[in-house]
């Protein structure tokens, strides 16, 4: 079939046809995009203004100021001051080890502190601000900020640190904050929680009262380039500062307290016998927390955690050891209630036959006729084992409960070791064993199953002091109503509270507690065995083999308004802890005569309890320097070991023999004043 030839009729008609093809074709893409600019422009107008404004504003939160916390003056235990800061964001670090060599120049960091750092960065999550340096002076922060082009991830700032005035003295009771963790902000997911610079409480008071102390954030905004230069200051809104919390603590007294221990390691509380009121919890040694607060480095943690007389427990509330004859004073209580006259006695030869076994007395030589009082102030052990098999456990057992020993208190932390109040059934039920006579023996003297912590021991030495049931308080409250009465005759407190300060101030064991000022006080003195005579003699020797030294008091004798309880781990006896009470109730009475004493025992000791613990870091940085060998620990582990040194160890198997009592200390002339004990090597290592 031929071909048509080609017209100018067929080349129009196609021209035409093809050209309505295309002009549909852009009509329906000029439509389309009509239609998406009118989308953009109209139904998403707001989206895309507020992501264009926050191309060109950047909006900063300011972290908040934390909270006071005042002592009963109204003295800061934790304040905040202001400081210069650089930290480092680890997702926005472009080259880690060029910003940590120009940074470790600027701001002139030693080489373990730069290791600290790059452990931290290792470790830190991309989101995580890494504290480089704190409390910067103005010259350094200054040499950091002009050189933020070159050092992506690095934001220096100016704000608020937390700042503990008194140091170690206060670590245990108001504890530490620290960068928020991983887990805190899943909890929260809280922005707050991951600003550079905003810490949160890891421990103590710091921790509970988290909500009330935090505060509400502030907020800047700046208009920025492109590049992140700001061009101008938009507006600026104030934080919101914490809510302060006032502490019924006596900030002089408390830091007397933990400095007067010493070298040794142990604990004191002050209690305010009318009220309930704690004056002071001290724990010692202990952890410095501003240096927690900073970001502990691998030197400080060397330190901390290879020593053994654990700085990082909470001896107040986790320690717990056998109260010794402190709980003699009670046991009176107990057989007075049960009816016994007090004048009834026994003959103490130095021990006490029950079957075929002897009891020994402390005095092998024995304390002749003995009556109530003489068994308190001279700590005769025969005189309560043998009124005790008449009592029994059970009546015992009950006046220890009722004066608090057992007991939990509601204070403000996340839990304590109440320890063991013996009866035969917590026996039968713990051990499936029936109670023997050696049982009741060994809880006259404090010893066997008994265990008690010092908050309790204070408490109990309150509540006889007074008469009234007080529980221990740790935020103040002027309103509160009295504690209610135990119930006690009078005469029974009048003739226990006769007997204690006869341990004091007549022929008792403990002549040198004996109060320099026109106060009389009342005692008892404790010593808890700790191993065999077998193993050691308490006194001397390796030193967790000594004894543990215990002393509960309170003053004025005749009327009662402060309890004291005393205890030094392995301190040899209570001749170890007697005195820190005369010492620490002596600056109720007259703070100069007893800051006099410390600063003598100080100057012996090698400084305040900051300067000990600042030659011993010294010490540590020349031995190890960088090459410490355990990576500093992130907070985590920190809070982890922290929860890991404060559990107690207790006996796991039964004790089915007598205890053998310590000695108690002979009764020297009132007027004597002992010299402080010389610093033993293991005492030494404690670092306070």
Same mark, same amino acid.
């Given at each position: 079939?031929?071909?048509?030839?080609?017209?100018?009729?067929?080349?129009?008609?196609?021209?035409?046809?093809?050209?309505?093809?295309?002009?549909?074709?852009?009509?329906?893409?000029?439509?389309?995009?009509?239609?998406?600019?009118?989308?953009?422009?109209?139904?998403?107008?707001?989206?895309?203004?507020?992501?264009?404004?926050?191309?060109?504003?950047?909006?900063?939160?300011?972290?908040?100021?934390?909270?006071?916390?005042?002592?009963?003056?109204?003295?800061?235990?934790?304040?905040?001051?202001?400081?210069?800061?650089?930290?480092?964001?680890?997702?926005?670090?472009?080259?880690?080890?060029?910003?940590?060599?120009?940074?470790?120049?600027?701001?002139?960091?030693?080489?373990?502190?730069?290791?600290?750092?790059?452990?931290?960065?290792?470790?830190?999550?991309?989101?995580?601000?890494?504290?480089?340096?704190?409390?910067?002076?103005?010259?350094?922060?200054?040499?950091?900020?002009?050189?933020?082009?070159?050092?992506?991830?690095?934001?220096?700032?100016?704000?608020?640190?937390?700042?503990?005035?008194?140091?170690?003295?206060?670590?245990?009771?108001?504890?530490?904050?620290?960068?928020?963790?991983?887990?805190?902000?899943?909890?929260?997911?809280?922005?707050?929680?991951?600003?550079?610079?905003?810490?949160?409480?890891?421990?103590?008071?710091?921790?509970?009262?988290?909500?009330?102390?935090?505060?509400?954030?502030?907020?800047?905004?700046?208009?920025?380039?492109?590049?992140?230069?700001?061009?101008?200051?938009?507006?600026?809104?104030?934080?919101?500062?914490?809510?302060?919390?006032?502490?019924?603590?006596?900030?002089?007294?408390?830091?007397?307290?933990?400095?007067?221990?010493?070298?040794?390691?142990?604990?004191?509380?002050?209690?305010?016998?009318?009220?309930?009121?704690?004056?002071?919890?001290?724990?010692?040694?202990?952890?410095?927390?501003?240096?927690?607060?900073?970001?502990?480095?691998?030197?400080?943690?060397?330190?901390?955690?290879?020593?053994?007389?654990?700085?990082?427990?909470?001896?107040?509330?986790?320690?717990?050891?056998?109260?010794?004859?402190?709980?003699?004073?009670?046991?009176?209580?107990?057989?007075?209630?049960?009816?016994?006259?007090?004048?009834?006695?026994?003959?103490?030869?130095?021990?006490?036959?029950?079957?075929?076994?002897?009891?020994?007395?402390?005095?092998?030589?024995?304390?002749?006729? $003995?009556? *109530? +009082?003489?068994?308190?102030?001279?700590?005769?052990? @025969?005189?309560?084992?043998?009124?005790?098999? %008449?009592? /029994?456990?059970?009546?015992?057992?009950?006046?220890?409960?009722?004066?608090?020993?057992?007991?939990?208190?509601?204070?403000?932390?996340?839990?304590?070791?109440?320890?063991?109040?013996?009866?035969?059934?917590?026996?039968?039920?713990?051990?499936?064993?029936?109670?023997?006579?050696?049982?009741?023996?060994?809880?006259?003297?404090?010893?066997?199953?008994?265990?008690?912590?010092?908050?309790?021991?204070?408490?109990?030495?309150?509540?006889?002091?007074?008469?009234?049931?007080?529980?221990?308080?740790?935020?103040?409250?002027?309103?509160?109503?009295?504690?209610?009465?135990?119930?006690?005759?009078?005469?029974?407190?009048?003739?226990?509270?006769?007997?204690?300060?006869?341990?004091?101030?007549?022929?008792?064991?403990?002549?040198?507690?004996?109060?320099?000022?026109? $106060?009389? *006080? +009342?005692?008892?003195?404790?010593?808890?065995?700790? @191993?065999?005579?077998?193993?050691?003699?308490? %006194?001397? /020797?390796?030193?967790?083999?000594?004894?543990?030294?215990?002393?509960?008091?309170?003053?004025?004798?005749?009327?009662?308004?402060?309890?004291?309880?005393?205890?030094?781990?392995?301190?040899?006896?209570?001749?170890?802890?007697?005195?820190?009470?005369?010492?620490?109730?002596?600056?109720?009475?007259?703070?100069?005569?007893?800051?006099?004493?410390?600063?003598?025992?100080?100057?012996?000791?090698?400084?305040?309890?900051?300067?000990?613990?600042?030659?011993?870091?010294?010490?540590?940085?020349?031995?190890?320097?960088?090459?410490?060998?355990?990576?500093?620990?992130?907070?985590?582990?920190?809070?982890?070991?922290?929860?890991?040194?404060?559990?107690?160890?207790?006996?796991?198997?039964?004790?089915?023999?007598?205890?053998?009592?310590?000695?108690?200390?002979?009764?020297?002339?009132?007027?004597?004043?002992?010299?402080?004990?010389?610093?033993?090597?293991?005492?030494?290592?404690?670092?306070?």
């Amino acid at each position: 079939m031929a071909k048509l030839p080609m017209t100018s009729a067929i080349l129009s008609n196609r021209f035409e046809r093809r050209t309505f093809v295309l002009g549909s074709l852009q009509a329906g893409v000029g439509t389309l995009l009509a239609t998406r600019l009118g989308y953009l422009a109209v139904a998403q107008n707001e989206k895309y203004q507020a992501a264009s404004e926050s191309n060109r504003v950047n909006l900063t939160l300011i972290p908040p100021r934390r909270g006071w916390v005042l002592d009963r003056f109204g003295k800061a235990l934790a304040s905040n001051r202001a400081d210069f800061r650089v930290d480092l964001i680890p997702d926005r670090v472009v080259d880690p080890d060029r910003t940590m060599e120009t940074l470790a120049g600027l701001l002139s960091l030693p080489p373990d502190k730069v290791r600290d750092i790059r452990d931290k960065l290792d470790k830190a999550r991309g989101f995580q601000p890494v504290e480089v340096a704190a409390s910067l002076d103005w010259d350094k922060f200054a040499a950091v900020s002009v050189r933020l082009p070159e050092l992506p991830g690095v934001i220096p700032q100016q704000g608020f640190s937390r700042f503990y005035p008194f140091g170690a003295s206060v670590g245990h009771m108001v504890g530490y904050v620290g960068a928020a963790s991983a887990e805190d902000y899943e909890k929260e997911r809280n922005p707050l929680l991951v600003t550079p610079g905003f810490k949160i409480g890891k421990d103590g008071l710091e921790k509970h009262f988290e909500t009330r102390l935090r505060g509400v954030p502030g907020a800047r905004r700046v208009e920025a380039t492109a590049s992140g230069r700001i061009v101008r200051d938009l507006g600026t809104r104030e934080d919101v500062p914490g809510k302060p919390i006032q502490l019924t603590i006596n900030a002089g007294l408390q830091d007397y307290a933990a400095r007067r221990i010493g070298l040794e390691s142990g604990s004191v509380v002050v209690m305010d016998c009318e009220t309930g009121d704690i004056l002071a919890m001290a724990s010692m040694p202990s952890f410095d927390p501003n240096s927690f607060s900073d970001g502990i480095g691998r030197i400080e943690w060397k330190m901390l955690s290879e020593d053994d007389h654990v700085p990082l427990r909470n001896k107040v509330l986790r320690g717990l050891y056998p109260p010794g004859s402190t709980v003699k004073p009670m046991i009176a209580m107990s057989f007075l209630e049960a009816g016994l006259d007090p004048s009834a006695s026994v003959g103490c030869g130095g021990g006490l036959r029950v079957g075929n076994r002897v009891f020994h007395c402390w005095n092998r030589r024995g304390h002749g006729s $003995v009556d *109530m +009082a003489k068994a308190i102030y001279q700590s005769c052990d @025969v005189y309560f084992y043998h009124f005790a098999q %008449k009592i /029994g456990m059970d009546k015992i057992a009950a006046m220890a409960r009722r004066l608090g020993m057992g007991q939990e208190f509601p204070m403000p932390y996340p839990g304590q070791s109440y320890g063991t109040v013996p009866d035969p059934a917590w026996k039968l039920k713990k051990y499936g064993k029936e109670w023997a006579v050696y049982d009741t023996v060994n809880a006259t003297i404090g010893q066997g199953y008994m265990l008690s912590n010092p908050l309790q021991q204070a408490v109990m030495a309150s509540r006889i002091a007074s008469g009234r049931q007080v529980m221990p308080r740790l935020l103040l409250d002027r309103n509160a109503p009295p504690p209610p009465s135990m119930g006690f005759r009078q005469d029974h407190l009048d003739y226990v509270h006769a007997a204690m300060s006869e341990v004091v101030n007549g022929r008792g064991t403990a002549g040198r507690a004996k109060l320099p000022v026109d $106060v009389l *006080m +009342a005692g008892k003195t404790g010593t808890a065995q700790v @191993v065999g005579l077998n193993i050691a003699n308490g %006194k001397s /020797g390796q030193w967790k083999y000594r004894d543990h030294g215990h002393f509960i008091a309170f003053a004025p004798f005749d009327k009662p308004k402060f309890a004291c309880a005393v205890v030094i781990e392995h301190g040899g006896g209570s001749s170890a802890a007697y005195p820190i009470a005369r010492d620490v109730m002596t600056y109720i009475f007259d703070p100069a005569k007893a800051m006099e004493v410390l600063d003598g025992f100080e100057k012996q000791w090698g400084g305040n309890v900051q300067q000990r613990m600042t030659s011993r870091y010294d010490a540590f940085a020349a031995k190890y320097g960088a090459s410490a060998p355990k990576p500093v620990p992130n907070d985590e582990e920190v809070t982890e070991r922290v929860e890991e040194g404060r559990k107690p160890s207790e006996p796991t198997t039964a004790q089915t023999d007598a205890a053998s009592p310590r000695p108690e200390p002979e009764a020297p002339a009132p007027d004597q004043v002992p010299a402080p004990a010389a610093a033993t090597p293991a005492a030494t290592t404690g670092g306070q």
